[in-house]
């Protein structure tokens, strides 16, 4: 089994080659504005799973998808010429939930802004239910003449 900083260097090399190769040599026309997001490489190298954003609506995701099917082959090799390792990994191309994630992530952040106003907004004119300090305190005597008791004659 090799060693994590190995699957990290070489996830790392897979992500450029791939990024390169559907810049320059991938003429397909159903290939999108395609973004290699991530690599994750499994630890005995055999595997690679490329993680892609496809900026565009659903259609150009799914012709996307099958460009990057298509021209799977020709990667793999690609990787493997420019590598250099023994065996090559298979490649799995998967589409990154990242822009979803995001724009959930916003819209939840927006709902909570928006909640937080509503709130300032209704403690504005607010005032207590009861006294400003609610708290009981000690009673303490200023004057013993005034609480009714004798001064101590010892």
């Known amino acids: 089994m090799a060693d994590s900083g190995r699957a990290r260097k070489l996830s ?6 791939v990024a390169t190769m559907l810049d320059t040599r991938i003429k397909d026309p159903r290939l999108g504005f395609v973004t290699v997001t991530d ?3 499994t630890g005995d190298l055999q595997h690679a799973t490329v993680f892609y954003t496809v900026l565009g ?12 099917e298509s021209a799977r082959g020709l990667i793999r090799s690609e990787v493997g010429k420019q590598t250099g390792i023994r065996l090559t990994p298979t490649l799995e191309f998967v589409l990154d939930a990242v822009p979803e994630t995001a724009a959930h992530l916003e819209d939840a952040l927006r709902k909570a802004a928006e909640h937080d106003a509503e709130l ?35």
Do not use: C, F, H, M
Not at 12 to 17: K, L, S
């Open 12 to 17: 790392d090399r897979i992500q450029q080659i």
């Open 39 to 41: 690599v994750r490489v």
């Open 57 to 68: 609506d659903e259609e150009a995701r799914t012709a996307s998808a099958a460009a990057l």
């Open 120 to 154: 300032a907004r209704l403690r504005e004119g607010a005032a207590y239910a009861g006294e400003a300090d609610p708290y009981r305190k000690p009673a303490t005597p200023t004057d013993p003449s005034e609480d009714g008791s004798r001064p101590n004659a010892d």
